[in-house]
């Protein structure tokens, strides 16, 4: 009864703080609303679906440059509710982001065998100002992909659920099908399936036989349908869950980046691929980015000194303190086509971010000198979570809501690190009060 209590102050916790901080948006803005940034290209596709039954971001031409369960979300939004279909869509991120919260309260509970542990991280949760806009108020597949990889790093951490390897393997499945970074949970999960197996000693074959073989089954039962009618509708074989990795790549691996990478969003390069590909006349979605892939590889071989300053600077951009993109400016060729910023100005929202994520990190530092007890399974798997992450976006690029879906176990992290100095004092305080013969009960 205790634990249905705890749930219901943090649903109602969770409700109020993430509304609170949409008002405090919009405050500043000037205007309530919800931000539609991404929106508008999920919206397109989907208003095709909703036509003409063509997943296509023209309404001719296919396109698998979104994976499908947002874009199948938006476009149900819109079937139901109209062009008021933002609001449905946000009050169901809005549960979902609740629901990562109730899983960060559980996980950090379980981990370090504390309900004070997990409340504390629900706090620290609800002061992350970037992650209750973006997970619910931001029409963007962000909130829905962490909540799946969340529920994932649940499952393999639990004490108490059977068959975990394939429950998490569903949640691999699902979040390949919501963002492409997704497929790299099924990666974090053959490490840690060998990882679990060598530490209880299992033979290899048996490995394979019990847990590899049926989540890797289980993983490709539900990514291969969307594969399937990506490869049948492009006419071409796509191995990927959205074509975006030769943009991605060269957005990450060019002389531009170089120069605009992390002040400006890379995002921006886009522009200048387009028109690069139309005066080649290369025009379809398949073979676009397999050229785009090709140069961002070619500039990777040819410069490799360069290749790993900017590694090692979106390794920084990636945990830095600061937002990155840092700002934003406006961005052109000069007259020797070199990329040039000009009216750069730093985002105001470094305001609050730069302070929050300093008194996380330092949360995180106190967990590593306190060394805490029964920490040893998340801790691994959290491990091989970032490692993973990390080096696929040192390939391609980084920003911070790349990131955003990996907050919610460094939170935890740094929870367990205030409740260790907490615990300490409290002890400290009880022994205490043992000597001068004063009891609180």
């Not at 405090?24 to 000037?30: C, E, F, N, P």
């Not at 039962?221 to 009618?229: A, G």
């Not at 971010?353 to 798997?381: A, D, W």
Request: proline share 4%.
């Amino acid at each position: 009864m205790e634990q249905k209590k705890i749930f219901f102050y943090i649903i109602i916790y969770l409700f109020v703080t993430l509304s609170l901080w949409h008002i405090a948006s919009s405050l500043h803005s000037g205007e309530f609303s919800i931000s539609k940034r991404k929106a508008i290209e999920y919206e397109v596709i989907a208003k095709n679906i909703i036509k003409n039954g063509t997943y296509s971001r023209n309404g001719v031409d296919p396109s698998g440059y979104f994976p499908p369960i947002y874009t199948l979300l938006v476009a149900a939004a819109i079937k139901l509710f109209g062009s008021s279909y933002e609001w449905p869509i946000v009050l169901f991120q809005l549960l979902i982001t609740i629901g990562i919260g109730i899983l960060i309260y559980k996980i950090t509970s379980e981990t370090f065998d504390s309900k004070l542990a997990g409340v504390i991280a629900v706090v620290i949760f609800s002061l992350h100002a970037e992650l209750a806009l973006a997970f619910s108020f931001d029409i963007r597949e962000t909130g829905i992909f962490t909540f799946f990889l969340v529920l994932f790093v649940y499952f393999l951490t639990s004490k108490n659920i059977k068959r975990k390897f394939i429950l998490a393997s569903i949640c691999a499945g699902i979040s390949s099908l919501i963002r492409p970074t997704g497929v790299l949970l099924i990666l974090i999960l053959m490490v840690w399936i060998f990882i679990y197996s060598r530490k209880n000693k299992d033979p290899i074959i048996s490995i394979i036989k019990k847990s590899a073989f049926p989540s890797l089954l289980v993983f490709f039962l539900i990514v291969t349908p969307w594969l399937t009618f990506e490869s049948l509708t492009l006419n071409s074989l796509v191995l990927t869950t959205s074509t975006t990795y030769g943009q991605n790549i060269l957005k990450g691996n060019s002389p531009a980046t170089e120069r605009i990478y992390p002040l400006i969003d890379v995002d921006i390069l886009q522009v200048t691929f387009d028109n690069l590909l139309d005066k080649k006349g290369i025009t379809g979605e398949v073979e676009r980015e397999d050229y785009l892939k090709k140069l961002g590889i070619t500039y990777i071989k040819n410069n490799p000194k360069n290749f790993l300053q900017i590694s090692i600077i979106k390794f920084l951009a990636f945990f830095s303190p600061i937002s990155t993109p840092i700002g934003h400016g406006k961005v052109f060729l000069n007259e020797n086509k070199h990329t040039v910023i000009k009216d750069f100005k730093i985002g105001l929202i470094n305001i609050v971010y730069f302070p929050f994520m300093i008194i996380l990190y330092l949360g995180v530092m106190m967990m590593i000198i306190h060394r805490i007890e029964r920490k040893t399974k998340f801790l691994s798997v959290l491990l091989i979570t970032l490692v993973i992450f990390t080096l696929n976006h040192m390939v391609f690029f980084a920003e911070t809501r790349f990131r955003y879906p990996l907050d919610p176990l460094i939170i935890i992290l740094a929870a367990g690190g205030y409740y260790s100095v907490l615990n300490k004092y409290l002890k400290k305080e009880d022994r205490k009060n043992k000597e001068r013969g004063i009891s609180i009960e």
